[in-house]
């Protein structure tokens, strides 16, 4: 097992596979059969190799394991290194369940460019694994750049009619961010003189040299994530984008920036979060009760859902700046719940549009009655979004809530109104898609679910089921590694005279101290 570079494998075999498809040749239906195959099974194994992975992963080890490092740019001091922890696995995973789901989503309704399509989609689970995989930042941030260009093209190419819109909007957002974290690294790359990011963690940056490069790793992240006022691109990019984009988008990328956060912000630079939290405790409100109030007033099922995801990345950054157990641990059940959640919405919704061609919600109605099993599928990912307890989605947004009640009263107060407004918009949607009278010609005719959709819809509410009643299986694994990032934190902020003995108490106000 020490010898094999599982997470190698894991990152470059879906590449492996793209190349394949790439030289497929012959007649266009035979071409586009093969590609489509070519990426579920390539999908399908890299996913069985990252359930090794899992099954070899010591829990009890908050450290790095299945280390590989290898000696690239010796004259930089840039090394090939790569490794998980109870944090960076479940993403890993995350990636490698999806990519085969998107491939049997678009099995028929991707039509045009389908050889090109499967590419860009095992193209883009190669650069997520690797982003989450990576522990040198000339590394990070190859990968962390590398999602643009695939992303870009499944909605530039494979999207709806305001495709080349969102496509570049999504596209310079991401970018801008990328550049001022591409600084933000070189900076520290100055200073620390290596690019290991296991070095940068211990590494003391001066108090005022770590706001600098804070701003730079939150913009970065934030648009990522996003948090509010970033977040104006994802609405967009959504909509465009084709089912398999947005299911890729909200269940993998948009969780980069709150991984981004963890690794980076909280774990590098102890002082200026300390100094930030309220600005970020600000922002999380914001997020959830505005875009909550947004997604409310939509007549786009598509774009509700999209503006769902905001808020409920607003409990993420509000759970990890909590910098308590339980909040962390909260934020990151809450990326994984979403991950599943938002991705089966998604699905949902391009289940219907495929067969009636619009996301207007009020081109629907009556659904229940002659799709019964849809209709029960989607309530069970409604109630997981509304954190219904039972489903993954109560579990993440208690954590959350609890971590943020220890901290500041006033910021879980005003998040809690988010769980009300949630549960508003979701029912709502709900009740104008499933219930009234069956009166519209169009839905009348529509399909229920078959097995070849049941194929994909079956695992992820069966995940949502033991996310809700095992949630233990889930967080063990990480719940250690957030205990080490609390303590070098909490240490971190002792040294520097911001907090006493006792653990998380102030002695300083939010201020950053002169530079060492």
Request: with cysteine; glycine share 8%; hydrophobic share 55%.
């Amino acid at each position: 097992m020490a010898d094999w570079p599982i997470l190698t494998i894991t990152t470059f075999l879906p590449l492996v596979g793209a190349l394949s498809i790439l030289m497929i040749r012959g007649e266009q239906e035979l071409v586009d059969r093969n590609a489509k195959a070519v990426a579920l099974w390539t999908s399908l194994i890299t996913f069985v190799i990252s359930l090794f992975i899992l099954a070899n992963f010591d829990p009890s080890n908050p450290g790095f394991q299945m280390m590989e490092e290898y000696r690239w740019i010796p004259s930089f001091n840039i090394a090939y290194i790569k490794g998980v922890d109870g944090i960076s696995i479940w993403f890993v995973l995350a990636s490698t369940f999806l990519t085969p789901i998107c491939v049997l989503a678009s099995w028929t309704t991707i039509d045009k460019r389908v050889k090109e399509f499967m590419i860009a989609l095992l193209v883009l689970e190669t650069m997520m694994v690797g982003m989450f995989t990576a522990l040198d930042f000339v590394l990070f941030y190859l990968f962390f750049e590398g999602v643009l260009l695939p992303m870009f093209l499944i909605i530039g190419v494979w999207g709806g009619p305001g495709r080349i819109y969102a496509a570049y909007k999504f596209f310079l957002y991401t970018f801008i961010g990328s550049v001022l974290m591409l600084l933000a690294i070189l900076a520290m790359y100055l200073v620390a003189g290596t690019m290991d990011m296991r070095v940068m963690v211990d590494h003391p940056f001066a108090s005022t040299l770590q706001l600098w490069l804070w701003v730079g790793f939150f913009i970065a992240f934030a648009v990522k994530t996003p948090i509010w006022p970033l977040h104006t691109w994802l609405p967009f990019a959504h909509v465009e984008a084709p089912t398999a984009g947005s299911v890729m988008l909200a269940g993998v990328m948009l969780k980069m920036g709150g991984y981004g956060l963890i690794r980076v912000n909280v774990q590098m630079l102890p002082e200026a979060t300390f100094f930030f939290t309220d600005f970020v405790f600000v922002l999380s409100v914001v997020a959830i009760i505005y875009t909550s109030l947004v997604a409310l007033a939509q007549t786009d099922m598509k774009k509700m859902i999209a503006y769902s995801s905001v808020a409920h990345m607003g409990y993420v950054t509000m759970g990890i700046f909590t910098m308590t157990q339980q909040g962390l641990d909260g934020a990151i059940f809450q990326m994984l719940s979403h991950t599943i959640v938002s991705a089966a919405l998604f699905l949902c919704i391009g289940f219907a549009y495929a067969q009636l061609h619009t996301r207007e919600i009020v081109k629907y109605g009556g659904m229940a009655q002659n799709l019964p099993r849809y209709a029960f599928v989607f309530m069970v990912f409604m109630l997981a979004s509304v954190g219904l307890p039972g489903t993954s989605g109560f579990v993440g947004e208690f954590l959350t809530m609890l971590g943020a009640f220890q901290v500041n009263t006033w910021v879980a107060m005003f998040a809690a109104t988010g769980l009300v407004l949630g549960a508003a918009y979701m029912l709502l949607l709900y009740r104008r898609l499933f219930f009234g009278k069956l009166d519209k010609d169009g839905v009348k005719a529509m399909r229920d679910l078959r097995w070849t959709d049941t194929a994909y819809f079956a695992p992820l509410v069966a995940i949502v089921l033991i996310m809700g009643v095992f949630p233990a299986s889930f967080k063990d694994v990480y719940a250690p590694t957030v205990e080490k990032v609390l303590l070098d934190h909490q240490a971190s902020l002792k040294a520097a005279g911001l907090i006493d003995d006792e653990p998380g108490t102030q002695v300083a106000d939010r201020t950053p101290t002169s530079g060492n």
